[in-house]
């Protein structure tokens, strides 16, 4: 055998100077004969790999030069390379028509089951084996893509990737860094979270982990929603669902402009990014018309005071479906709120929570047979400035027989409600709020009224983590001085007089809504 295989590969030697292996194979001039060479080489069996290595010796001793033999070697590395990738791909190919044998479900139906996987769990399956992975590239499995985790994973491209495989099919897009596990956009604590300088849910800085667990190429940057725009907006003509969480390099140029190309937006969350109220905001009237959903929470609580009244209008205008807004987080005052709550004429969720200038002062006549009277829902949880007699006005309405669609009510706060002279002079527990009395008459409203024990802010006993959330909350406050010492007037109306209300809504303000 050895003379055989020696004789053989002598005949067959090439020059030192010879072409790489590809070309090598190039002298067998028929399938057959490569079939029958291929057939006996790997007829030899296992105990002949001796005999192998010495053949390979005495060609190599044969050899004038280092050069030719170095040559050689590359060349028996290369051929077990090229028989190694043979093999796997012939395994692949019989492991995936296996499958296919097998596998109990039809394609389309197949198709189906793979469509309802999230994102995740899409990849994770897709790279099981090469009959799963050919669905997985289907576009209808990647109408709805979820790329949001609690630590980046993903870049613009992994993103650019997955809205081209999409294509036209493209309905819902989430993408960003969430909070925590356990965070939903619900929930009244914020979802602000950044990667320069936080805390993720381990419990330890992000900072920390980052050489570790991700560099830079794993964050997204202002120019994700790009692929949106490609292929004249293709992508982002039937795009129902956009949610984006805490992009850090997301500006408002950028998101203007993907919202540009969502024409067909019904659904718009936005928590933590460094974009303005108003440009947002004016971005949506103009572009998103059809859209029912808005949920905007800022990155800076109680800074943003961008808002003006003429965006409010154009927005109530540009987007007449709307059912559910949520505002978290910005400075707001009660007429602009009261613009956008009594102009919505199909609204049925509000959530202003952790507003900074609200009173409740647009709660007003707000049941009395105009657009406020069928909400279904209001939110004002950690509204600082939310005074404890506008509640009492309010719930009075609705024991009154107004608000007969509401169902769910949440003044809760953290520290307590406003007094009616000073917004500084808290109530722990209101007196003059008829929770029993609304609990009773009205025991379909789910009411939530949640404030803490006065005596854990008189003896000092607040939670220190709770204390500081609450200085960072407040602008122009120093560690020194109390929390509510800073600023004794609301900054409500505008430059208004801190006394001025609005008990009825001007002829103007009724002909702006109505037109």
């Known amino acids: 055998m050895d003379t055989l295989i020696r004789s053989s590969s002598l005949r067959k030697r090439p020059c030192c100077g010879g072409d790489p292996l590809p070309i090598e194979f190039s002298r067998v001039s028929t399938p057959e004969q490569m079939d029958h060479l291929l057939e006996a080489f790997l007829g030899l069996s296992d105990s002949s790999s001796v005999f192998l290595d010495l053949s ?96 980046p994973k993903v870049n613009n491209a992994v993103v650019s990737a997955m809205i081209q495989r999409a ?29 320069k300088n936080s805390v993720n849910a381990s419990g330890y800085s992000w900072n920390n982990k980052k050489s570790r667990q991700c560099k830079e190429s794993c964050f997204l940057t202002r120019s994700c929603l790009t692929p949106l725009g490609s292929d004249g907006g293709a992508a982002g003509a039937l795009l129902r669902r956009l949610h984006l969480y805490n992009i850090d390099r997301m500006d408002n140029a950028a998101l203007c402009t993907a919202l540009s190309t969502c024409p067909s937006l019904l659904d718009l969350e936005i928590v933590g990014l460094h974009v ?40 109530v205008n540009g987007c007449p479906h709307l059912t559910s807004l949520a505002l978290r987080g910005f400075k707001l005052h009660d007429y602009k709120v009261r613009i956008l709550v009594k102009g919505f004429r199909k609204l049925k969720s509000v959530d202003f929570s952790t507003s900074y200038s609200i009173t409740g002062t647009f709660l007003r006549n707000l049941g009395s047979g105009s657009n406020g009277s069928s909400l279904e829902v209001i939110i004002l949880r950690d509204c600082m400035h939310l005074k404890e007699t506008e509640v009492a006005r309010f719930l009075a309405a609705v024991l009154a027989g107004e608000f007969k669609f509401l169902r769910h009510l949440d003044i809760s706060n953290r520290e307590g409600l406003a007094g009616e002279a000073d917004w500084y002079l808290r109530r722990y527990s209101p007196s003059i709020i008829p929770i029993t009395r609304v609990l009773e008459e009205r025991p379909e409203i789910c009411f939530l009224a949640e404030f803490p024990d006065e005596t854990s802010f008189i003896e000092g006993d607040m939670d220190s983590d709770y204390s500081l959330s609450l200085q960072l909350s407040l602008p122009f406050t120093s560690s020194s001085e109390s929390s509510y010492s800073s600023d004794h007037g609301s900054g409500n109306e505008d430059g208004r007089d801190v006394g001025y209300v609005v008990y009825e809504e001007s002829s103007d303000e009724v002909d702006i809504l109505n037109t």
């Not at 294509?167 to 819902?172: A, C, N, P, V, Y």
Request: proline share 4%; charged share 20%.
């Open 56 to 151: 390979l010796e005495r060609l190599l001793e044969s050899r004038a030069s280092d050069s030719e033999q170095n040559l050689m070697i590359d060349k028996v590395l290369k051929l077990g390379s090229v028989l190694v990738e043979a093999g796997n791909r012939s395994a692949r190919k019989r492991a995936s028509k296996h499958n296919s044998i097998v596998w109990a479900l039809p394609p389309d139906l197949t198709l189906k089951v793979f469509s309802i996987l999230d994102t995740r769990s899409l990849c994770y399956a897709a790279a099981t084996c090469s009959m799963f992975n050919k669905c997985a590239m289907e576009p209808l499995c990647y109408s709805n893509i979820d790329l949001t985790s609690i630590i």
């Open 167 to 195: 294509g036209k099919g493209l309905q819902s897009l989430k993408l960003g860094i969430l909070s925590s596990p356990t965070a939903s956009p619900g929930s009244s604590q914020p979802m602000v979270f950044s990667t």
């Open 276 to 315: 303005e109220l108003r440009q947002t905001l004016e971005s949506v009237s103009k572009n998103c018309h059809f859209i029912e959903r808005l949920f905007f929470e800022s990155s800076k609580t109680g800074r943003d005071d961008s808002l003006k009244s003429p965006t409010c209008i154009d927005l």
